[in-house]
Structure formats: structure tokens, C-alpha cells
């Protein structure tokens, strides 16, 4: 079983809806990330949390230590969003290394 | 662009061959991140710097692999003797202490 994982796999929308997006993790972190990977390779960075909730513009995070657990959020979801969204965490016994999930390929269709 | 860059972007080698990446991280960025990711996979951590320190190695990187920060700036990674299971895309990230990791667009690389 993976330290971290995602789901969906794959997930669908039409323009428009609510997409949420889960991530479990089996070991102590000291940080989760939330990233976004567009075709090509390259990977931004949209949040970083070690409790509770960040919001940046149509995205939000969450994180529940206790149950290990973390949600992406995205509002009113749009074409451009379609990338995969990857969950990582810094675990707090192995310095700044992150362990990342297997991704989640969300597609929007107008 | 004041991005983590790496260079080459694609690389296309033969068995055998020996392959050289680089990464040039944000300028103030103390930490310095080597990743690799295959097809349909997340990133797995390779190694990573502080300064011009290698501080973390994976299990993952064998005796072929080589990293290397010399002057706490750039780095390279070295793969010898490549092998078809080489090929993947290898990520650099770079971070202020324990900061957010930026990362870099990768180098794609092919085995042939």
C-alpha cells in the first residue's frame, strides 16, 4: 500500500461544477502539498498546509491531521483546469524529502 | 524567467551511454530537490542538497546515478552506463529552507 493516496484516478466534470479531489496518508507529516501538473511535465506548486484550510482564488485546501486526510477543491471548474492535481507530504522523519501520491487526471469539458 | 531551469529538456540516448542534466535553481533558493517521474506515476525522490551539502539520498538512486552541487548554485545529475528503465522524466525542485519546492520543467529522457 502507497504512503499516500489519491482518489479519484480519474475524474470527469462538465465546465461549471464543484471537483473535489482526496488524498490519505498512512504516516506523520509535517506538510502536505497540493500540486498541479500540466501535459509537458511541468509541475506548480498551489499549496502547502500543515492544518487547517488555505483558499487561493477557485481552490481550496484542506487538511485533517487526525484522520490523516486532505481535499482539493475546485469551484466553478473550467476547462484550464484540466491537469493533474497531485497530493504530496513531507513526512517528519525524513528531512525535507516529499512522497507523492499517483495523481489525479481531472478533465473539464465545456 | 527567475524559475528553477534544467537543461537539456529531452534527451534521447543509447544503452550504455553516459548522461549528464542540469539545474539551475531560484537564486536565493538554499535547497535543491532531484526527482524522477515515469509514465503514469508520481514523482519519486531522488536526492537532495542544502547548500552545496548532499544531505538525503533515495534507495532509488544506484551506484550510476551522481549528483552534485558544487558551489551551493546549480547542480548536475549524472546517470552512467544508462539502462531502458532510466528513461523518465527527472524533476528538479527548489525551495528556501522548508519553504514551498518550485519546480523546474524537467528533462525527459529515452533509453534507447
Known amino acids: 500500500k502507497n504512503e499516500v493516496e489519491q482518489s479519484p484516478q480519474n475524474l470527469t466534470a462538465q465546465e461549471g461544477e464543484f471537483i473535489t479531489i482526496n488524498c490519505s496518508y498512512s504516516v506523520g507529516i509535517s506538510a502536505l502539498h497540493w500540486l498541479q501538473q500540466h501535459p509537458g511535465g511541468g509541475i506548480v506548486s498551489l499549496f502547502m498546509l500543515s492544518s487547517g484550510k488555505k483558499k487561493h482564488g477557485r481552490l481550496i485546501a484542506t487538511i485533517n491531521i487526525q484522520e490523516k486526510h486532505s481535499s482539493l477543491h475546485i469551484t466553478a471548474s473550467h476547462p484550464r483546469d484540466s491537469a493533474v492535481y497531485i497530493c504530496a507530504v513531507r513526512r517528519e522523519t525524513s528531512g525535507s524529502r516529499l512522497t507523492f501520491g499517483e495523481g489525479t487526471q481531472l478533465t473539464v469539458n465545456p | 524567467d527567475t524559475g528553477v531551469s534544467q537543461d537539456p529538456r529531452h534527451k534521447i540516448t543509447k544503452r550504455g551511454q553516459n548522461v549528464t542534466f542540469r539545474c539551475d535553481p531560484i537564486s536565493e533558493h538554499n535547497r535543491l530537490y532531484w526527482y524522477r517521474q515515469t509514465l503514469g506515476q508520481g514523482p519519486e525522490f531522488l536526492t537532495y542538497?542544502?547548500?552545496?551539502?548532499?544531505?538525503?539520498k533515495s534507495r532509488l538512486l544506484s551506484d550510476r546515478f551522481s549528483a552534485e552541487r558544487p558551489k551551493g548554485s546549480f547542480s548536475t545529475l549524472e546517470i552512467q552506463r544508462t539502462e531502458q528503465g532510466d528513461s523518465a522524466m527527472y524533476l528538479c525542485?527548489?525551495?528556501?529552507?522548508?519553504?514551498?519546492?518550485?519546480f523546474g520543467p524537467g528533462t525527459r529522457l529515452l533509453v534507447l
Open positions: 542538497f542544502q547548500n552545496e551539502a548532499q544531505l538525503e
Open positions: 525542485a527548489s525551495s528556501l529552507a522548508w519553504g514551498t519546492q518550485y
